[in-house]
C-alpha cells in the first residue's frame, strides 16, 4: 500500500495524519438488526406476549432519552452493575405496561444475553475494509464506547476484536461518555497528544463535541434520519455520511462539508 501524504492546505484539522483513530461501537461500528422493536417484540413472543414491534421501537425511543437524562444526573459515572439496572428499566419501558410482571425477570434474563451474541448485530457497511485499511496505514484504532461487560464478547463474536489496539469502554472507566474524563483516559492510555487523535463517531454530544473540545481530530457520522437537518457543527468537524468515506477524508485534506 503506497504510504499516505495528506497535503497541506490550512482548512485541514490537522497538517499530519492521526496517530490513533477511535471509533464509537453503537451506530457508528454496529447497528441492531433488524431493530430494537424487531428483536424485543421476536423474544417476547417466545414467552406468550404478543405485542407490534414498531410500538416496541416508539417505547423504547423514548425509554433511551430518559436514560440519557438519568446519566446526565449522575454526572456520567457509571458500572457495570448500574448499567444492567438501567438496561432492566429500559426493557421495562419499552412494552409499554403490555409485560407481565411475573414475565420480566426471565425476558430481560434472555435479552441481556441475546445482546452479547452476534444474533441482535450487524456491521456496519464499510467497517471491515475501512479498519483493515487503517491499520495498513500504520494508524493504531481503539474503541472508545459507553457499553458494559458484554462489549468484549460482541466484538470477538462479530469477528472485530483483532483490528483495536485499546479498548475504552464506560464501564471500566466508571465514567461516561461526554464526561472528558473517559476521552482523558483514552488519550493517556494511546500515549499521544490530543491533536494526533482522530474520534469518529454518530452522536454529535457524545462522541464529537466533547473529543472537539479537547483539541482532537473529530469526524461525525451523520446519522441517515437526519441528514437533512440542519444542526451547529463546529468549523474543523468533519462530517460523513458513511464510514466507507474516513480513509477518503484522509487522504486529501479534512474540509467541514456543507450541510
Same mark, same amino acid.
Given at each position: 500500500?503506497?504510504?499516505?501524504?495528506?497535503?497541506?492546505?490550512?482548512?485541514?484539522?490537522?497538517?499530519?495524519? @492521526?496517530?490513533?483513530?477511535? #471509533?464509537?461501537?453503537?451506530?457508528?461500528?454496529?447497528?441492531?438488526?433488524?431493530?430494537?422493536?424487531?428483536?424485543?417484540?421476536?423474544?417476547?413472543?417466545?414467552?406468550?406476549?404478543?405485542?407490534?414491534?414498531?410500538?416496541?421501537? %416508539?417505547?423504547? %425511543?423514548?425509554?433511551?432519552?430518559?436514560?440519557?437524562?438519568?446519566?446526565?444526573?449522575?454526572?456520567?459515572?457509571?458500572?457495570?452493575?448500574?448499567?444492567?439496572?438501567?438496561?432492566?428499566?429500559?426493557?421495562?419501558?419499552?412494552?409499554?405496561?403490555?409485560?407481565? @410482571?411475573?414475565?420480566?425477570?426471565?425476558?430481560?434474563?434472555?435479552?441481556?444475553? %441475546?445482546?452479547?451474541?452476534?444474533?441482535?448485530?450487524?456491521?456496519?457497511?464499510?467497517?471491515?475494509?475501512?479498519?483493515?485499511?487503517?491499520?495498513?496505514?500504520?494508524?493504531?484504532?481503539?474503541?472508545?464506547?459507553?457499553?458494559?461487560?458484554?462489549?468484549?464478547?460482541?466484538?470477538?463474536? #462479530?469477528?472485530?476484536?483483532?483490528?483495536?489496539?485499546?479498548?475504552?469502554?464506560?464501564?471500566?472507566?466508571?465514567?461516561?461518555?461526554?464526561?472528558?474524563?473517559?476521552? #482523558?483516559?483514552?488519550?493517556?492510555?494511546?500515549?499521544?497528544?490530543?491533536?494526533?487523535?482522530?474520534?469518529?463517531?454518530?452522536?454529535?454530544?457524545?462522541?464529537?463535541?466533547?473529543?472537539?473540545?479537547?483539541?482532537?481530530?473529530?469526524?461525525?457520522? %451523520?446519522?441517515? @434520519?437526519?441528514?437533512?437537518?440542519?444542526?451547529?457543527?463546529?468549523?474543523?468537524?468533519?462530517?460523513?455520511?458513511?464510514?466507507?468515506?474516513?480513509?477518503?477524508? #484522509?487522504?486529501? @485534506?479534512?474540509?467541514?462539508?456543507?450541510?
Amino acid at each position: 500500500m503506497d504510504r499516505w501524504i495528506p497535503s497541506p492546505e490550512p482548512n485541514r484539522i490537522s497538517s499530519r495524519l @492521526p496517530k490513533i483513530v477511535f #471509533l464509537d461501537a453503537g451506530g457508528t461500528l454496529l447497528h441492531v438488526w433488524p431493530s430494537v422493536g424487531y428483536v424485543y417484540a421476536e423474544a417476547a413472543a417466545r414467552h406468550g406476549v404478543l405485542v407490534p414491534p414498531a410500538s416496541v421501537d %416508539r417505547a423504547f %425511543r423514548a425509554a433511551w432519552d430518559r436514560s440519557l437524562d438519568r446519566r446526565c444526573a449522575s454526572r456520567h459515572s457509571t458500572s457495570d452493575d448500574v448499567l444492567r439496572e438501567d438496561w432492566r428499566i429500559i426493557v421495562r419501558e419499552s412494552f409499554s405496561g403490555l409485560l407481565p @410482571p411475573e414475565k420480566e425477570p426471565r425476558l430481560f434474563t434472555e435479552l441481556y444475553e %441475546r445482546f452479547t451474541g452476534p444474533e441482535p448485530w450487524s456491521v456496519a457497511e464499510g467497517v471491515l475494509e475501512t479498519l483493515a485499511e487503517l491499520r495498513g496505514a500504520g494508524i493504531a484504532l481503539g474503541v472508545l464506547s459507553n457499553w458494559d461487560s458484554r462489549l468484549h464478547q460482541t466484538l470477538a463474536a #462479530l469477528g472485530l476484536t483483532h483490528f483495536f489496539d485499546h479498548f475504552i469502554i464506560s464501564y471500566e472507566v466508571g465514567l461516561e461518555k461526554p464526561h472528558p474524563g473517559i476521552f #482523558l483516559d483514552a488519550a493517556r492510555q494511546a500515549g499521544v497528544r490530543p491533536a494526533e487523535i482522530l474520534m469518529v463517531g454518530d452522536s454529535l454530544d457524545q462522541d464529537i463535541l466533547p473529543a472537539h473540545r479537547l483539541g482532537w481530530q473529530a469526524v461525525w457520522v %451523520r446519522p441517515k @434520519p437526519c441528514s437533512a437537518t440542519k444542526v451547529d457543527v463546529p468549523v474543523g468537524v468533519t462530517i460523513i455520511e458513511d464510514l466507507r468515506e474516513l480513509t477518503q477524508k #484522509l487522504r486529501r @485534506p479534512f474540509v467541514e462539508k456543507s450541510q
